[in-house]
């Protein structure tokens, strides 16, 4: 019976990694490790190279060298090596070593690390992380403040659109079993000297007060997992709560300011959240969030709002609210010579050849066609029999908002106005029936709200 108990103990690695890949991986998928050459990954590299005969997903292992410590090149050796044995494709990539960036040299390294391994074309980037370093996270997160889904710590599964999504199968287990696993097994790692410097706050969190906690609290980094766990579960009721939300504002491209205003604070700073990071931005902090808030209420339902939340703007404009990308202003006067698009700033204008409408390829042929910015005293007329009218008149009966009009594209032709984005084209150069036409369009990146589409 005691053999028995040891010989399930000594699978539990083993058998908690399948589970996960059961949960998560679809058959066929495509997997790489993380590998550091520590004993967590390589310990995930040889779990995963002992399941694969019996399991359907092929495998491979990505290093990325900092150069940051003398002793890197070793590092990506040993790696190399170890895979080379295994019979696992390997693959290095150079990290751009950590600036200045207000951060730190460790959160520094670990975005280029996950910049450097976005770029693998697999399903799953798997990683060694564990139970330890879940309440390692869980406690360093607390202790800057952060908010629920900071506190929730690490996932164990990530999906993304923008790379492979994460996986990290080993999150069940403490580092005392991945240890025990690669001790049985004599395994060999490399010890990075700079995980015991303690002027890094996760690892004075990791050296010195974990393991204090343990001599009170034995279990204390399996009672933190568990809090994560549950706070985790918050978190998703929150996101349910801000869909709902959403779709009782007006839904996603934008939400009515009354509307808004009628939902409690707490659930419309709960909402500008959600939304931010489904548009891909990180949430702002909280006094930044509540300023907006009350920069929303101030200045009345009756007044256009471009109001800054971190890496994004808050927008509010004829009782209709709002998230954007911050603009950037584009280069002017760029000629167009016939390309399907051209770029503008973050975005672009894209040219899509057609009959019967937009510009008459006829009248514009051999002129001087540029891409440019609004300009003084523009005006153009829309529609025949209609008069011209100015670019301030355009704009406002179009509703494109204040801060938009400033980076408005506008296609010239000899310098006078034939397109401008979200108004249309100028009826002396609009095609005629059947004609050879070319239909401008102003195609924005990571927002939610776009000038009305251009009349064909």
């Not at 959403?246 to 934008?254: E, F, H, K, P, T």
Request: aromatic share 6%; proline share 6%; glycine share 10%.
């Amino acid at each position: 019976m005691a053999s028995s108990r040891k010989s399930r103990s000594a699978d539990r690695p083993a058998a908690l990694v399948a589970a996960s890949l059961a949960r998560h991986a679809a058959p066929g998928a495509r997997l790489c490790v993380g590998l550091s050459g520590g004993v967590d990954s390589v310990v995930l590299l040889h779990l995963l190279h002992r399941l694969q005969p019996r399991s359907d997903f092929t495998l491979s292992a990505a290093h990325v060298h900092h150069g940051l410590n003398p002793r890197a090149d070793d590092w990506c050796a040993f790696c190399e090596a170890l895979c080379s044995r295994l019979g696992i494709a390997f693959r290095q990539f150079q990290g751009t070593p950590p600036g200045s960036s207000g951060r730190g040299v460790e959160s520094a390294a670990r975005d280029a690390r996950y910049a450097a391994l976005s770029r693998l074309e697999v399903d799953w980037l798997v990683l060694g992380h564990h139970r330890d370093d879940q309440a390692e996270t869980v406690l360093f997160k607390l202790l800057r403040g952060a908010g629920l889904r900071g506190m929730s710590g690490i996932s164990e599964a990530e999906r993304r659109v923008d790379g492979p999504s994460l996986l990290r199968p080993m999150l069940a287990l403490g580092r005392d079993d991945i240890l025990a696993w690669a001790r049985a097994r004599g395994l060999a790692w490399v010890e990075d000297d700079s995980n015991a410097d303690e002027r890094f706050a996760r690892n004075f969190l990791r050296g010195s007060v974990l393991p204090l906690l343990r001599t009170r609290f034995p279990a204390a980094s399996v009672a933190i997992s568990r809090a994560a766990g549950h706070l985790r579960e918050s978190q998703e009721l929150l996101d349910e709560l801000a869909g709902m939300d959403l779709r009782g504002v007006g839904g996603d491209d934008a939400m009515g300011v009354e509307a808004f205003a009628a939902l409690p604070e707490a659930r419309r700073r709960n909402l500008i959240r959600w939304r931010l990071r489904a548009l891909g931005f990180q949430a702002p902090d909280e006094a930044l969030l509540r300023e907006a808030i009350r920069q929303l209420e101030a200045q009345g339902p009756g007044k256009p709002l471009y109001f800054p939340i971190g890496q994004a703007r808050l927008c509010r404009y004829r009782q209709k609210l709002w998230i954007e990308r911050d603009l950037q202003m584009p280069e002017p006067g760029v000629p167009w010579r016939g390309e399907e698009n051209l770029l503008w700033g973050d975005d672009k204008v894209v040219f899509q050849r057609c009959r019967g409408r937009g510009l008459d390829l006829a009248s514009i042929a051999g002129r001087d066609v540029v891409l440019d910015l609004r300009r003084s005293g523009d005006c153009m007329r829309i529609g025949a029999g209609r008069p011209a009218r100015s670019f301030k008149n355009l704009v406002q009966e179009a509703g494109i908002p204040p801060w938009l009009r400033e980076v408005l594209p506008v296609l010239r032709v000899d310098g006078a106005p034939a397109w401008i984005a979200g108004i249309g084209v100028a009826q002396e150069y609009a095609c005629p029936p059947g004609g050879e036409g070319v239909l401008p369009a102003w195609k924005r990146a990571k927002e939610s709200f776009s000038p009305r589409s251009d009349p064909a």
